[in-house]
């Protein structure tokens, strides 16, 4: 199972909008709506925004969102914050019961 | 507070053997599948194994199978994940993850497994 393809790296100054793709097959993000956000700092564990393609757990920020056309999936981070910077992979379950993760986008605010 | 706790990782030589171990806590840990996730140094996240409520599906990524076995033991609450024939590229902090059908939350805090002569 290859890797979802994520950018490497995207940045906005604070107040802005981004958003990072990740582009998978059918077998994968087009084939499924479990396709789920992490954010993870240096030295940290990640951390769970966005699930089911478009869906924040408790305590997420409505500043994230996401959402899914075919075969990739997008997170959207409004109104860009100093805390935002971090990497972000995103997730998905596989037409062979197994999990996909992306290659990571790192995000930088200027 | 729903919590994963990792334990076990450690330096082992390559073709050596070593168990990791997940306390759960928090939460009713026997109506959840788990799995374990790698990250290798300064590399992205790498899905390794997970194992349903029951254990009655368990499955694995192409590039541990036949090598690792996930377990589980519902009354200790406690997820494990056994390593044998250890390379190299096993190097990397496991973490264990609560499955929430498609999703992770929450995870543990890690533990390093270093594969070194």
């Known amino acids: 199972q290859s890797a979802l393809t994520q950018p490497a790296s995207v940045s906005g100054s604070p107040g802005q909008s981004i958003t990072i793709s990740c582009t998978g097959t059918?077998?994968?993000?087009?084939?499924?709506?479990?396709v789920s956000w992490y954010q993870q700092h240096p030295g940290k564990a990640p951390k769970l925004m966005i699930y089911?393609?478009?869906n924040r757990p408790s305590g997420v920020s409505n500043r994230f969102s996401g959402s899914k056309s075919g075969n990739t999936a997008s997170l959207t981070i409004s109104g860009l914050q100093a805390e935002d910077e971090a990497d972000y992979y995103c997730?998905?379950?596989?037409?062979?019961?197994?999990?996909?993760f992306g290659t990571g986008t790192k995000v930088t605010v200027l | 507070e729903v919590q994963l706790v990792e334990s076990g990782g450690g330096l082992v030589k390559p073709g050596g053997s070593l168990r990791l171990s997940c306390a759960a806590s928090?939460?009713?840990?026997?109506?959840?599948?788990m799995n374990w996730v790698r990250q290798a140094p300064g590399k992205g996240l790498e899905w390794v194994s997970s194992?349903?409520?029951?254990?009655?599906?368990?499955y694995y990524a192409d590039s541990v199978k036949g090598r690792f076995t996930i377990s589980r033991d519902n009354a200790k609450n406690s997820l494990y994940l056994q390593m044998n024939s250890l390379r190299a590229e096993d190097t990397a902090v496991y973490y264990c993850?609560?499955?929430?059908?498609?999703?992770?939350?929450?995870w543990g805090q890690g533990t390093l497994v270093t594969v070194s002569s």
């Open positions: 993850a609560r499955d929430l059908g498609g999703s992770y939350l929450p």
């Open positions: 928090g939460f009713t840990f026997s109506s959840y599948s």
């Open positions: 194992i349903s409520s029951s254990s009655s599906y368990i």
């Open positions: 059918s077998s994968d993000v087009g084939g499924y709506n479990y």
């Open positions: 089911d393609v478009s």
């Open positions: 997730s998905s379950y596989t037409s062979s019961s197994s999990y996909v």
